[in-house]
């Protein structure tokens, strides 16, 4: 089914109006872009053109177009090894390495478990209980995991009546990782799986009616049903994440830096900011995020050719 | 060739209560129910206790909160001076309702500007479509940074009013594409009965498109609004005039005392905020969202239920 | 009484006040050399100018006198309102805003429209101060974008942002020809501030800023709970580090909650050993106190204090010490002096239990063992300052006017109307001094970053705070190293010296908590170095001399 609406809508369209009105009807959609496409130009294209600090040498106060002009001195950051540039390389690819594979998949299994509760009402409330993490600020976040788990938190102070030693989990750069991992499971799986409830909840209930008539099981019916309807998100999903897999949750980390030190939770953005805003070298950080959004676009250009390769649709499709 | 993501087909409204099959979904084997059940409780568990917590510690007296390090799970004695507090001279009062207008007018002119936007990159036919549709697409990778956009803004003339919170946020790219995934979904004869019929696009869109799409407007609405509810970095960096401040920049200045950051730049009197009062702020940044969500889900349920085929 | 001070050749050789006044004149003409990033002083050293000549406030006199040289004047009782003395005879404002930029770690206030105290203000301003209060930890980056935009408000804190010198040559008003010399008498409570101040507020050759005086009160202190060792019978002196600890281990119980510490002495055991304040300076060259040879000594002590299970669980994360010191959870507590009064105010209102004893002071520094000399660090004499942007430039005067109204000192009319705001609507007069009502608790607006006094010390209710504070000051005054760098401008050191002692901090706290060797101090010191701590070094051995020439 899935498969067929689009050669529909094709259809919809070669199914030959006369031009004439075709065009009147295009002139009409561009009327309907236009308010949208008018802020994406002026508020992510207009300001992009800022980017060219990233061949000069950028004074806030002389302003962008009278800075003297650089040539690739800025790159040379990324060029020639700079220890703290990789090492924020290399927190961030593993941060992310981690997160996809422990926080993706988390939103889709609770998706699927809300989805299967018979009762309405129970689920709503589920759900309801599950999303709310998401509205906390990290500051707070942050505080209550340091409440809860610090080396004088709660658990630690419980442990400690009886004998054993604290946690050491709080500004322990060993720790940091699955630290940083679960707060954002914390925060944000209920949140995520919104999407998918959405997605689930358009599974057309035909197939399901015709695949238990066919006498498959629950299991079946979650390979062959479910996830099937789920692929589509899922593959839109993991495609941004991978877009995404230099940007790191910038907060989060910055607040944490003190306590656990720059070694385990410097990342990109983290060292873009610190070296532009704080450090003042403007230039540096901005061709360092260049670089940075560039791969992103590769990466997901790549992850979309794959995701045609294997017959999905992906992000987009001309 | 076009992408679906979303909705993969509509459904009908199938039994659902009374037969045990629901959805035509076979019920689960009882063990499973019960892990399944364990499970969900635990999540339960894990989220409701800190919140417990937080409702607690902002009511709870401040000695208690000083001696339990910050948070108690269960007050001594109930007490709303930290709301008092919070109250008090009613610049929270006042950036309340900067916070409620710029989520409403926010989310409706985001929503609108989005939906419209997704329709006609779903639609077949618009003129330079494939480079729109690229123009969006890379807003997901790039960020222009903070001082381009702030000179954007400044530009534009939106410092200074309470526009500069909404507008430059006003479209997202990520929710461009997922709702033209959702209006690529609806079946093509609807549309095409229509275009026989003689309806324009707007007609499509507002009798056709957008009745189907109510579960997509409430979740994409939903995004939105708590974007615009949670921002607080626009406002400041963008509005001088304190009298336009939301919410959440009122409320941070309650809390960031307590980051590790502030310490670092100045050696100032950094008094630090109770941890009651820490608490009440932050019950009341996410009673607003709490209180409106089952409103949207049941939109969401009932936008679902809409059958295409019924329409 | 003057103290002027000449502070170069040339400005000797030119003689008075009127004449360095017409040169200052024309040389505003060529300010600057285009082109050139790297600022040759940042000290007063090439200055064609006086210094801004001291004249102090004659007011009431406080309880314990301060000294130019640091110590602040601290008052045990507010001074009574009818002794005050009137600074500014008129209000300074000429009607249209003053605009203003400035921190705030305090909650966030009313409006202008709704906020009496701040209408108050404007009315003894003669002009609304149009004042941006940016929450504290987000000032860095709205000051950026300001600066950015071009539109530096009429009074702003400055951020020590990177290219100061540039930065403020065109975007702040240069302040020389209005307040070098004798000029400053014009504006009497800028006169007030120290002239040794005002060597910081001098960039490439030209006063830039208004200095904000803090003295001593930017020391960090080892803050020790006097009332807990003596409740124990503990010393609240030590003869030596084993005495220390010692000390340390009899008040910690685990157990209950109870560490010496509630974060580490960091500096402390290093002022004990007797490492120098940041750089060692032997008159010509400079040298990073990390690369200290007793650094090893600083790692075996730190080491037996963290094995000693005398310090706080949490020490390492940079919050919560402020409660775990006040709440008793730890008896020592390394933080900035400002915080001495605020502890007593804080612990006044959220510890009430604790209030009625809690007493507090400094520890003293010892030495380390035989053969260690240590002695206590004192910090710079300036943090903030208050620049002028040059949409200011047509009326300079009003402005520096306003900026003089804000600076009266404790003792005159105006620093009670600024502070305190209106009798009876935003304080009333509680046992002869000053005490805020709820509506000025809510309104008041703190300006004390952008524009202040030299800094004085008080805490009504509180003289212990007070004569606390100041014998320490007194104790600081005599004894503590100074850190050679301070007044210095070197743009290597704003650029590259906080990533790079973050590293090593970030370094010191895992070998502390045992995650890295000790040995690797040494090769991470190598690298220091040649990632730039030498640049620094020699950079600030040039400026330094540059200044002396």
């Known amino acids: 089914m899935a498969a067929v609406a689009p050669e529909r809508t094709r259809l919809a369209t070669a199914a030959g109006a006369p031009t004439r009105r075709r065009r009147r009807r295009n002139w009409t959609l561009a009327v309907f872009a236009m308010p949208g496409l008018a802020v994406v130009l002026a508020f992510h294209y207009y300001p992009l053109v800022g980017n060219v600090i990233a061949f000069k040498d950028y004074l806030p106060f002389v302003g962008i177009w009278d800075s003297p002009w650089v040539g690739w001195d800025n790159f040379g950051v990324i060029v020639d090894g700079d220890a703290r540039f990789w090492n924020a390389v290399s927190n961030t690819l593993v941060i992310t390495a981690v997160q996809t594979v422990f926080v993706f998949p988390l939103p889709i299994v609770l998706a699927l478990l809300l989805n299967s509760l018979l009762s309405e009402r129970l689920k709503r409330i589920v759900q309801s209980i599950t999303y709310l993490p998401h509205f ?53 799986t209920g949140w995520a799986a919104i999407l998918f409830l959405a997605a689930l909840s358009q599974i057309d209930t035909e197939l399901y009616e015709a695949s238990a008539v066919d006498g498959a099981g629950r299991w079946r019916q979650m390979w062959h049903v479910t996830l099937p309807g789920l692929r589509g998100i899922i593959v839109l999903l993991f495609i941004l994440q991978l877009g995404s897999s230099l940007t790191v949750g910038f907060e989060q980390l910055i607040l944490q830096q003190p306590a656990v030190g720059l070694r385990a939770s410097e990342v990109l953005d983290t060292y873009v900011y610190n070296q532009g805003v704080v450090g003042g070298n403007w230039g540096e950080a901005t061709a360092v995020g260049l670089v940075k959004g560039l791969i992103g676009v590769v990466l997901v250009l790549g992850a979309n050719k794959i995701a045609h390769w294997l017959g999905e649709a992906g992000v987009y499709r001309r | 060739m076009n992408s679906i993501t979303i909705g993969r087909g509509h459904r009908k409204p199938g039994p659902r209560r009374g037969t045990g099959i629901r959805n035509g979904q076979v019920p689960p084997h009882p063990l499973m129910r019960a892990v399944k059940g364990v499970v969900l409780t635990l999540v339960c568990l894990a989220i409701i206790l800190p919140f417990v917590g937080i409702v607690s510690t902002s009511v709870a007296p401040s000695d208690q909160v000083t001696q339990a390090g910050g948070f108690v799970f269960w007050p001594d004695s109930v007490d709303f001076s930290a709301y008092d507090t919070i109250f008090a001279g009613g610049v929270v009062t006042r950036a309340l309702q900067v916070s409620v207008f710029v989520t409403v007018v926010g989310t409706a002119l985001a929503l609108t500007a989005t939906a419209l936007l997704a329709y006609a990159l779903a639609r077949p036919g ?47 790219g990520f929710n461009v594409i997922v709702m033209r995934a959702f ?129 | 009484m003057s103290t002027a001070r000449s502070i170069s050749r040339r400005s000797l050789l030119l003689g008075g006040a009127g004449l360095t006044l017409g040169i200052g004149v024309l040389a505003a003409c060529s300010t600057g050399t285009p082109g050139s990033t790297r600022p040759t002083s940042g000290g007063a050293g090439s200055t064609d100018f006086d210094l801004p000549v001291h004249r102090p406030f004659n007011g009431p006199a406080p309880d314990l006198p301060g000294t130019p040289d640091g110590v602040n004047p601290g008052f045990l009782r507010y001074p009574e309102v009818r002794n005050l003395v ?101 504006y009497p409570n800028l006169a007030n501030i120290p002239t040794e101040a005002w060597r910081f507020s001098v ?103 963290m094995d000693a299970g005398v310090v706080h669980p949490d020490a390492f994360t940079g ?57 206590p660090w004192r910090g710079a004499d300036v943090l903030e300052q208050c620049g002028i942007g040059n949409g200011a430039q047509d009326r300079i005067e009003t402005v520096l006017a306003v900026a003089n109204y804000l600076a009266a000192p404790i003792g005159s009319v105006e620093k009670l109307a600024s502070w305190y705001g209106k009798e009876g609507d935003h304080f009333t007069i509680e046992n002869g001094e000053p005490a805020r009502t709820e509506t000025g608790n809510v309104e008041w607006l703190n300006l004390g970053l952008l524009m202040n006094a030299p800094f004085e010390v008080e805490a009504p209710g509180f003289p212990d705070a007070v004569s606390v504070q100041h014998a320490f000051q007194t104790y600081l005054n005599s004894d503590a190293k100074r850190n050679p760098a301070d007044g210095l401008y070197v743009e290597s050191l704003v650029a590259n010296g906080g990533s790079l002692d973050i590293t090593m901090t970030d370094l010191t706290n895992e070998i502390l908590q045992g995650r890295q060797d000790a040995g690797a101090w ?17 950079e600030l051995a040039e400026v330094y001399a540059a200044t002396r020439s």
């Open chain 2, 183 to 311: 209006f690529m979904a609806i079946p093509a004869e609807l549309t095409d009965a229509a275009t026989i019929d003689g309806a324009g696009e707007w007609q499509i869109f507002r009798r056709i498109v957008l009745p189907l799409s109510k579960a997509i407007l409430a979740v994409i609405g939903l995004f939105y609004a708590v974007g615009y509810w949670n921002s607080f970095f626009t406002a400041l960096l963008y509005l001088r005039d304190s009298s336009l401040w939301p919410l959440q920049l009122i409320l941070r200045t309650y809390v960031v005392n307590d980051t590790p950051l502030a310490q670092a730049d100045l050696n100032v009197e950094v008094i630090p905020a109770q941890g009651s009062i820490q608490m009440a702020v932050l019950v009341i940044s996410v009673v607003p969202i709490v209180l409106v969500y089952p409103f949207l889900q049941k939109h969401f349920a009932k936008g679902v239920l809409t059958g295409a085929v019924k329409g």
């Open chain 3, 86 to 186: 009137r600074t500014v005879p008129e209000p300074p404002g000429d009607g249209r805003p003053v605009t203003a930029m400035t921190p705030n770690w305090a909650p966030a206030r009313p409006a202008m429209n709704e906020n009496s105290f701040w209408q108050y203000l404007n009315s003894q301003l003669g002009s609304d101060l149009d004042v941006q209060l940016v929450p504290g930890a987000d000032y860095a980056n709205v000051f950026s974008t300001t600066v950015a935009s071009g539109e530096l408000p009429d009074l702003f804190t400055l951020y020590r942002a990177p290219r100061l010198p540039e930065l403020l040559e065109a975007e702040a008003v240069d302040l020389t020809d209005h307040l070098a010399g004798d000029a400053i008498a014009a």
């Open chain 3, 319 to 375: 919050a919560g010490h402020k409660e775990r010191f006040m709440s008793g959870e730890s008896v020592f507590a390394a933080d900035g002096m400002s915080a001495w009064a605020a502890y007593y105010q804080n612990v006044a209102s959220s510890f009430p239990d604790v209030a009625g004893t809690f007493k507090i002071d400094g520890t003293r520094v010892f030495d380390f063992a035989d053969g260690y000399d240590g002695a």
């Open chain 1, 136 to 188: 906390l600020s990290w500051v707070i976040i942050v505080a209550i995991f340091q409440t809860v788990f610090g080396g004088a938190g709660s658990i630690s102070a419980f442990l400690r009546q009886h004998g054993y030693d604290g946690l050491n989990i709080i500004g322990n750069a060993d720790a940091f990782i699955a630290l940083i991992t679960a707060q954002v499971m914390w925060k944000d």
């Open chain 3, 522 to 538: 040494r090769t991470a010191v190598d690298d220091y170095q040649l990632n730039g701590g030498e640049e620094i070094a020699l």
């Open chain 3, 203 to 305: 960039y490439n050759g030209r006063i830039r800023t208004i200095p904000l005086w803090r003295g001593l009160r930017t020391s960090n202190v080892l803050f020790q709970r006097t009332d807990l060792l003596e409740a124990a019978g503990l010393p609240t002196e030590f003869s030596d580090f084993d005495e220390f600890l010692d000390v340390a281990r009899e008040i910690s119980d685990p157990a209950h909650n109870r560490w010496a510490f509630a974060n580490f002495p960091m500096e402390f055991l290093r002022q004990c050993l007797g490492i120098d304040n940041r750089w060692t300076h032997d008159g010509e060259d400079f040298v990073s106190y990390w690369a200290d040879e007793r650094q090893a000594d600083f790692f075996e002590a730190g080491r037996k204090l």
């Open chain 2, 126 to 172: 618009m003129p330079g479509r494939s480079i729109a549709l690229i123009l969006v697409l890379l807003t997901l990778l790039f960020h222009p940074g903070m001082i381009p956009t702030y000179l954007a803004v400044k530009d534009f003339g939106l410092l200074d009013t309470v526009w500069a919170m909404i507008v430059p946020t006003m479209v997202s």
